[in-house]
């Protein structure tokens, strides 16, 4: 069964320093997403790419983050510097379809679990 | 803007009892409404969805019922198993946007034998 992927899974790191995850979407996903996940909170989307274009980065705090998905397939979210408030679960997600529409099923990662001290 | 509202847990039951998670929105137009579920040290798997009014999705026992008229999705299970202990989010995505989700805070469900 096709999976998202994501890495690494855990990372701890020192404000300040800089940070960055990975994901592989299903393949033949078109739509990528990155959302955060406070302890405690539900998930809260970051940034969404449609193929290498982002679409909605609008609660991406962009003095410190930023998204890539240079060929419209995987992607990179880097947090520099990271800040003692990031630590978080980092969720990626895919879908098939989504522009103009709604209720594709989104297809999530494992995620990754960032701890800044 | 759009949002979700949850029951807040936990919510602790004992085997076999019946289950009810309740879930209320705030949109505008017609929203697709989903249920997920997230167990220990995994991602979030998708558990049902309706993407139009009077719509029940269902899945492995699980049933909710898109009510506009109450603007609800309440989750609901007939019997619940030690196995289904996990935490369970409501959420919504909008029509004629991009399918982003909107979650609700999660109710965590601790089911005991």
């Known amino acids: 069964e096709a999976e998202v992927a994501q890495s690494p899974r855990y990372k701890i790191t020192e404000k300040s320093q800089a940070v960055a995850f990975w994901c592989d979407p299903i393949s033949g996903h078109a739509t990528l997403y990155w959302y955060r996940q406070i302890l405690g909170q539900g998930p809260e989307l970051l940034v969404q790419?449609?193929?290498?274009?982002?679409?909605?980065d609008s609660q991406l705090p962009k003095d410190r983050f930023s998204a890539e998905r240079l060929k419209g397939v995987d992607s990179t979210l880097k947090i520099q510097p990271a800040e003692l408030g990031d630590s978080a679960m980092y969720l990626c997600?895919?879908?098939?379809?989504?522009?103009?529409?709604?209720?594709?099923?989104?297809?999530f990662g494992p995620g990754t679990r960032l701890t800044v001290l | 803007g759009d949002s979700v509202t949850q029951m807040e847990g936990p919510v602790t039951l004992s085997e076999e009892a019946f289950l009810t998670i309740n879930c209320t929105y705030t949109?505008?137009?017609?929203?697709?409404l989903f249920w997920y579920v997230q167990y220990p040290g995994e991602g979030l798997q998708l558990l049902l969805k309706?993407?139009?009014?009077?719509d029940k999705g269902s899945n492995k026992g699980f049933e909710a019922t898109y009510r506009k008229e109450t603007t609800s999705f309440h989750l609901e299970k007939g019997s619940v198993q030690v196995s289904d202990s996990a935490v369970y989010f409501c959420a919504l995505s909008a029509s004629g946007g991009y399918n982003k989700l909107i979650f609700g805070a999660g109710t965590r469900l601790a089911v005991h034998p």
């Open positions: 309706a993407t139009k009014a009077d």
């Open positions: 997600a895919s879908s098939f379809l989504a522009s103009g529409r709604a209720g594709h099923e989104q297809f």
């Open positions: 949109a505008t137009g017609y929203p697709s």
């Open positions: 790419f449609q193929d290498e274009s982002v679409v909605d």
